[in-house]
Every structure is written in structure tokens, then in C-alpha cells.
């Protein structure tokens, strides 16, 4: 009974999720589906890396949290278009709510639009909201052990930024055993080095991310 | 319709938590269960706590993880009965689960029986599965804004470990907003701030834990 109804729910959202794929498809827009655990960093790289694609590709924003809306306060000072969602108590985005807001953004002026989820390295991987890619942040501070115990995340993103670099003399982890056991999940996993509090490694990152289409 | 299902599940898996409860008590054990993001440092708290808790009560764990048993392997080398439990993909344990491991601990020797749940800092809180008490972790590497964006688990918890302060001075976190807000949302939240790296802080909670009953 259980299963039946999950899967019912997850049909429904596969057809909700393709429609938004239309869509943005239809207005040459990029869609990232950005995720990570709680506190890893996900809006702190936004705030890197919008102002750097500044002038090569033009940004919008959708936020998902829980409650509040200090993330969407913070992408809104750097000036782009921001909507968030605060999803009452549910641990991700599903395609419905993103097919309800996207009429909020001016989308015939969007190139990139990322989707901040939820902080929950769980849920958030087994929900397409349209995207055209899944990339996740961990920090550093989470240990090396992440991949072991989430690996369907790492499984389902086309890229890993693992954040707060900075942090590795203070902390225990090991980079290359992350690298190694996030790459034996996914050969194919792009995997980025950064610190959004220095700024180390995002010349790649923004490479990268400007000549997506 | 959704909203009915998830009804149900919550009123099947509160009646079997009852059930716990019930055994728990009828063998003199005090529950724990154990929250917070993954790497917020919950199986790293417990190897500081087991060990000084050891002769004072006698400790037992159950381990929550989606996948993998390094965390149970951690615990059982302290030398206390511990039991692994893969959720699959499921983000949070629920009291079933726990039914399902109670008969594999030796409960005739355990006085606190500690529940370390799947690193998530949502659906943990919403399922409650037979615990004297929820208690959560929050590592200050995860930042400042947590209570205001997961509300729930800061109102469900009666105590809250902030980890990981020896990197406070590496991390832009304001240990003051988060005991202001968390309190805001829980008067009668215990907070207590400890460092499972440098054993800082740790006197305090072993004594708190030592005298639940």
C-alpha cells in the first residue's frame, strides 16, 4: 500500500517536472538543481558565483527552505531575480511547486536558473523539478564519510562542489578518500574544489557553469 | 488525499512507538533519540560520551543510516551493544524500525539506550519512536541561520549540542543568534556547546546525561 501510493506521488511529479522542462527549454533556459545537507554552503557559492557570471550569462534564482526567506533576501541584494518557496514542512522541492512559481520570474531574461532545495542530502535527490542537471555541495566540515551514507545524491548529480576548503587544517577529512568513493558512485561526477569564504577555486567553477547550455 | 495517507502513517507509527515506549520503561531504560545534519558530528559525540558515561549507566545504540555500517562499527568498538539499522532511502527512522531491532539489543543491561537518526535535520523530528527524549546536533559549521530555516527540530528537542565551537574562530557562525533563536523557539531548550575534537565542553553533558532517568 505504502509503495503503491510513492509511487503514484513520483509519477505524478515525473510529469510535472517534464512539463517544466518544457518550458525552459522553450525560453533557452539552464536549469541546475542544487542541493546539499544543511549549513554546507549552497547560497554562500551563490553569492560567489552570480556576481562572477555576471556580464557572460544572467541568473535567476528559486529558493526552497522549510521557513523564512533570509536566502532569497541575500540573492536578492546581489541583484538578480529571486522567488522563494517555503515549503511548510516537506524536505525538498517537488516539480509542483516549482511549476508554481516559475511564473513569478522574468524568465525571457534568464540564461542560468538555479534551484536552491532544501538542505536534506536525502529527499531532495529523488525529486526532478525539470532541471537539466543535479549538482550538490558538501562541506568539509561534514566529513569524508558522505558518500558511503548518501550515495544516492552523489549517484544523481552531474557535478559535486565540495565546499569550505579552507576549513581542511581544522577539520579530520579526507579529500581524496571523498574523491575516490564520490567517483566509485559516479565515474562521470565533475568534482570542484572551493571556499565560499575565499573564493579559492571558483575561476573553474564559473568557467564551467557559463558555457552550459 | 495525500494528506490523509501520511495521516495514517503518522497514527500507525505513533501507536507502535507506544509500544516501545512501553518495553523501554518496563526495563528501566531511558531513550534518546539522537538528531541533526549529517556530519554534524552525532557518532563523533558519542564516542566522547560512551566512554565517560562508562560506569556511571550503561549505554546500548541503535544506529540510523541510510546505507553502510561504519557508524555501528564505530560504536561497537568502544566495546557497548550496538545495531545498525539501513533505512534503504528512507530519510528518518520510524518507531517500526525500531521494534523491528529492539529484541537484537541486550536490554536487561542497557540503563540509556541513545537512537542516532539519519543526518537530516527534517523528517526526524516528525516521527517520534518510542524516546524518553529528542535531543539534537548542530555543528557551528553549519552556520547561524538553522533555527529560523528548521524550526521543528529546535521546538521538538529538549536539549541541543552545538559542535564543533573549536572552529568557531574559522567560521563565520554567532553562537549568540543561534542560542537567541533556537530559545525563541524552544524556552526550554537545555544548550549545551561542546567540541568533539578537543573534548571541550563535555563534562557538563556527560553530567546532565548521567542523572536522566
Redesign the interface.
Known amino acids: 500500500m505504502?509503495v503503491k501510493?510513492v509511487s503514484r506521488?513520483l509519477e505524478a511529479n515525473d510529469r510535472i517536472a517534464g512539463e517544466n522542462a518544457g518550458i525552459l527549454r522553450q525560453k533557452g533556459i539552464y536549469s541546475i538543481n542544487l542541493m546539499g545537507?544543511?549549513?554546507a554552503g549552497k547560497t554562500s557559492i551563490l553569492e560567489r558565483l552570480i556576481p562572477a557570471l555576471n556580464g557572460k550569462r544572467k541568473t535567476g534564482v528559486i529558493e526552497g527552505?522549510?521557513?523564512?526567506t533570509?536566502?532569497a533576501e541575500r540573492i536578492n541584494s546581489l541583484g538578480v531575480p529571486v522567488v522563494q518557496i517555503n515549503t511548510g514542512?516537506a524536505?525538498h522541492l517537488d516539480a509542483n511547486m516549482i511549476r508554481e512559481v516559475l511564473p513569478e520570474l522574468p524568465l525571457d531574461g534568464i540564461d542560468i536558473l538555479i534551484i536552491e532545495n532544501?538542505?536534506?542530502?536525502?529527499?531532495p535527490a529523488?525529486f526532478d523539478v525539470g532541471e537539466d542537471m543535479k549538482a550538490m555541495v558538501l562541506?568539509v566540515?561534514?566529513?569524508h564519510?558522505?558518500p558511503?551514507?548518501?550515495?544516492?545524491m552523489f549517484q544523481k548529480s552531474s557535478a559535486l562542489i565540495i565546499n569550505?576548503i579552507?576549513?581542511l587544517p581544522?577539520?579530520?577529512a579526507d579529500l581524496a578518500r571523498i574523491r575516490k568513493d564520490a567517483l566509485a558512485l559516479n565515474p562521470r561526477l565533475k568534482i570542484f574544489e572551493v571556499s565560499s569564504?575565499t573564493g579559492e577555486g571558483f575561476d573553474s567553477l564559473t568557467e564551467w557553469l557559463s558555457g552550459l547550455r
Open positions: 505504502n501510493v506521488i545537507a544543511p549549513g527552505d522549510i521557513a523564512g533570509e536566502d514542512g524536505c532544501v538542505g536534506n542530502l536525502v529527499c529523488e562541506s566540515a561534514e566529513g564519510d558522505k558511503l551514507k548518501y550515495p544516492l569550505k579552507d576549513l581544522h577539520v579530520g569564504r
